[in-house]
């Protein structure tokens, strides 16, 4: 009588079962939200281009009237000196002792490093504490940080990638809902539904700056002849 013996999996090699089949459904919804977020994106620079072309090129010549027109005006310098806290100082070396490049082991590692460090260098330059440790958190909880190999060292990459996928689908979330109130987004929508009713707003917007243009090159003239 023929039989097979089947190796009963570890708890450990369960785990790691679930976990990636969490992390395929989790980049699957990903995929899907990044998708509606460019689309939204590009649906926005598209508009933004359109709303440029026939407003935005009034605005910026009305802008550069007014700063004329405003000349006079003294802006005070400011002189800005760096001194750095110890605090700052203390979690510039913690982030250092992780990230710094000469601790890489492969050039390309050594690459990822160096950019890292770059970014950390320009915030404690800011002297942003918070972006120091943002990015301090970021790389503890990469999945490349994670050392060594076999069942347990993927678990835990594992584990970290499904929660890298979580906080990038609340990024795009909030990302969606920041976009959806914001002005550019409102403006699309309002100039789309008058478009419905014949009436074209961009135009409209156009013509208000022309009118507010010829009023201010008119201020800056008399400003000239007071001035001899």
Same mark, same amino acid.
């Given at each position: 009588? =023929?039989?097979?013996?089947?190796?009963?999996?570890?708890?450990?090699?369960?785990? %790691?079962?679930?976990?990636?089949? &969490? %992390?395929?459904?989790?980049?699957?919804?990903?995929?899907?939200?990044?998708? &509606?977020?460019?689309?939204?994106?590009? &649906?926005?620079?598209?508009?933004?281009?359109?709303?440029?072309?026939?407003?935005?090129?009034?605005?910026?010549?009305?802008?550069?009237? =007014?700063? $004329?027109? !405003?000349?006079?005006?003294?802006? %005070?310098?400011? =002189?800005?000196?760096?001194?750095?806290?110890?605090?700052?100082?203390?979690?510039?070396?913690?982030?250092?002792?992780?990230?710094?490049?000469?601790?890489?082991?492969?050039?390309?590692?050594?690459?990822?490093?160096?950019?890292?460090?770059?970014?950390?260098?320009?915030?404690?330059? !800011?002297? =942003?504490?918070?972006?120091?440790?943002?990015?301090?958190?970021?790389? &503890?909880?990469?999945?490349?940080?994670?050392?060594?190999?076999?069942?347990?060292?993927?678990?835990?990459?594992?584990?970290?990638?499904? !929660?890298? !996928?979580?906080?990038?689908?609340?990024?795009?979330?909030? $990302?969606?809902?920041?976009?959806?109130?914001?002005?550019?987004?409102?403006?699309?929508?309002?100039? $789309?539904?008058?478009?419905?009713?014949? $009436?074209?707003?961009?135009?409209?917007?156009?013509?208000?700056?022309?009118?507010?243009?010829?009023?201010?090159?008119?201020?800056?003239?008399?400003?000239?002849?007071?001035?001899?």
């Amino acid at each position: 009588m =023929n039989s097979s013996l089947v190796r009963q999996l570890t708890p450990e090699e369960l785990k %790691l079962q679930q976990k990636q089949a &969490e %992390l395929i459904n989790l980049e699957t919804q990903l995929a899907q939200r990044e998708l &509606e977020l460019a689309t939204v994106q590009a &649906e926005l620079h598209a508009f933004e281009y359109r709303y440029m072309q026939v407003v935005g090129i009034r605005q910026e010549e009305l802008d550069q009237i =007014n700063a $004329q027109i !405003s000349k006079y005006m003294t802006l %005070l310098a400011t =002189n800005h000196k760096f001194h750095p806290s110890a605090r700052l100082k203390q979690l510039y070396r913690e982030v250092a002792k992780r990230i710094h490049p000469d601790l890489a082991t492969d050039p390309e590692e050594r690459t990822r490093r160096e950019a890292l460090m770059a970014l950390v260098n320009k915030a404690y330059e !800011s002297g =942003n504490e918070e972006r120091l440790r943002a990015i301090l958190h970021d790389w &503890e909880s990469s999945p490349d940080s994670v050392q060594g190999e076999g069942i347990t060292a993927d678990l835990v990459r594992t584990i970290r990638q499904i !929660s890298q !996928s979580q906080e990038r689908l609340q990024q795009i979330e909030y $990302q969606l809902r920041h976009l959806a109130q914001s002005d550019l987004h409102q403006l699309r929508m309002k100039t $789309q539904q008058l478009e419905k009713m014949g $009436q074209d707003l961009l135009a409209e917007m156009a013509n208000r700056f022309d009118q507010e243009i010829s009023i201010a090159q008119q201020h800056l003239h008399e400003l000239k002849a007071k001035m001899g």
